[in-house]
């Protein structure tokens, strides 16, 4: 009998460690709440978001099979697409095509994108939301096959470097 209640004890304080361990594991800060989810995101094709450097207008570096692009949303809430190599050197636009569909979900807004000074701007702005669902499509060209990456635009200012939330790159 007292082998039955030191195995219970023993059991009990097992449990209670690792559950405290799961519990202080749990504990930091969950980027995907707010625009930081730099992992695998679904759909037919999907970019990896780095958010590191290289980022030359502070926005969100986004990598492709060939390349990666930035990200930007411009103090009057157009998004801005800019494309970089592998170094990431800024590469002028050519043939791609992007889409964004972005703002609340019961009433999304779906951006085009017209060439500027080699960039790629969208035709209208971004309501005004701190933090909203992005969905991002990009085609190297027009005949290619579309990759598609999704995040959420978290416009609040980073506690802990100088960028948005949504470009982070300090890792907190």
């Known amino acids: 009998m007292k082998h039955y209640i030191y195995q219970k004890w023993i059991l009990l ?11 202080h594991a749990g504990a930091g800060h969950h980027h995907g709440a707010h625009g930081h989810d730099h992992g695998h995101h679904g759909g037919e094709h999907s970019a990896t978001s780095n958010g590191k450097e290289g980022s030359p207008n502070g ?25 970089l190599d592998d170094t990431g050197a800024v590469v002028p636009a050519a043939d791609q095509v992007v889409s964004v569909i972005g703002g609340d979900r019961s009433a999304p807004t779906k951006l085009e994108f017209f060439k ?16 909203m669902p992005i969905v991002l499509q990009i085609k190297a060209t027009p005949d290619a096959k579309r990759v598609r990456e999704k995040f959420y635009l978290n416009t609040s200012d980073c ?10 790159v300090c890792g907190h």
């Open 13 to 23: 304080g097992f449990l209670s460690l690792f559950g405290a361990t799961l519990a």
């Open 59 to 83: 926005g969100r570096v986004i990598q492709l099979a060939d390349g990666q692009l930035e990200f930007y949303l411009t103090p009057e809430r157009f998004v801005q697409i800019t494309f």
């Open 159 to 168: 506690p802990s470097c100088i960028f948005k939330e949504y470009a982070c």
């Open 116 to 131: 500027n000074a080699g960039l790629l701007r969208s035709t209208q702005a971004l309501p005004h939301l701190k933090n």
